[in-house]
């Protein structure tokens, strides 16, 4: 949207440009960020066995990219972890699988793990510090069981600044000791955020020797999946700081498709600033409501024949 090349583009984000940190990436850095990556500094972390570096790397997507070779802990005495290699790469973790809690669920093999090692490990804290970063705008993490602990983890004056937290917490007992979704919303109720979205995932209740006897294509069709974790997008309450802050919140409120918040964050900057820009962000914010409104028809009946007559329409 061109409202947000606007805000992007103008002084207030000159010299603070919207910080955006991703722990656990995987490969592959939020692509919610698309948008606004040319106007931001994106920190991202992966752990190897190099000497510690923070690479600024060449990207023609950010406006800067850094990497971190290290695993964010939260022990600030510690400079290395103990790291669980699993068969399936994307389930290792800082914690140990629970293979007993495991066993009744069809994907327990993808935790087994194949090797524990050390990685080289830091707090998220010292590792913006040796960035010169000094906040923090979106905060993503998936770290297979640490994610809150990491939130909590920082200091005040970083917390206060995040505007949007993802997190992806357990819901099944995957990891001894991990952080669970439970948890999560108990912490975030302590905080001026509210729950934007919640996509809960799983898998099946069904012993992995099995499957033979049923048939894996049979297994995966009689067999529901029941509910083992969830990603979750928790945005801050559009409390009035700077003009900045409630700019930005309004950048991400459309990003997550969150109309009716935008026009709250709209409507919070022309109290507090009569601005005309924020009165743009509400023209703009109806504009984008009446155009998806002319979609509606065509989305409704592109559902109803792939219902019918499976995915027929991209």
Not at 240 to 251: D, G, M, N, P
């Amino acid at each position: 949207m061109n409202i947000i090349r606007k805000i992007l583009q103008s002084a207030h984000f000159a010299q603070t440009p919207p910080v955006l940190v991703d722990i656990g990436a995987s490969g592959e850095i939020n692509p919610k960020w698309k948008t606004i990556a040319p106007y931001s500094v994106c920190i991202a972390f992966d752990a190897d066995d190099r000497e510690f570096n923070i690479t600024e790397e060449e990207n023609k997507t950010y406006r800067k990219l850094l990497t971190v070779n290290r695993i964010v802990t939260v022990n600030e005495n510690n400079t290395s972890a103990d790291f669980y290699l699993t068969a399936f790469p994307y389930s290792s973790s800082l914690l140990e699988p629970d293979m007993e809690k495991l066993a009744p669920w069809v994907f327990k093999d993808l935790f087994i793990v194949s090797k524990k090692t050390q990685l080289p490990a830091i707090t998220l804290t010292k590792a913006l510090e040796q960035a010169g970063i000094q906040y923090i705008d979106w905060f993503k993490t998936d770290t297979q069981g640490t994610d809150l602990r990491i939130f909590k983890h920082l200091p005040e004056r970083l917390q206060a600044g995040i505007l949007v937290a993802d997190l992806e917490p357990g819901i099944m007992d995957a990891y001894k000791g991990e952080d669970k979704l439970h948890d999560v919303m108990a912490e975030m109720d302590k905080h001026v955020f509210w729950l934007s979205s919640m996509k809960v995932l799983g898998t099946q209740r069904l012993n992995a020797s099995l499957v033979p006897s049923i048939g894996s294509f049979l297994s995966k069709r009689v067999i529901r999946k029941s509910p083992g974790w969830a990603e979750v997008t928790y945005l801050r309450q559009p409390q009035v700081k700077t003009e900045r802050s409630l700019l930005l919140q309004f950048v991400f409120a459309l990003l997550e498709k969150q109309y009716g918040f935008a026009l709250e964050i709209a409507a919070c900057g022309t109290r507090q600033y009569n601005t005309p820009i924020f009165k743009e962000c509400e023209q703009a914010v109806w504009r984008k409501i009446r155009s998806e409104k002319l979609k509606a028809p065509l989305v409704i009946l592109k559902r109803q024949v792939n219902k019918l007559f499976g995915n027929l329409i991209d």
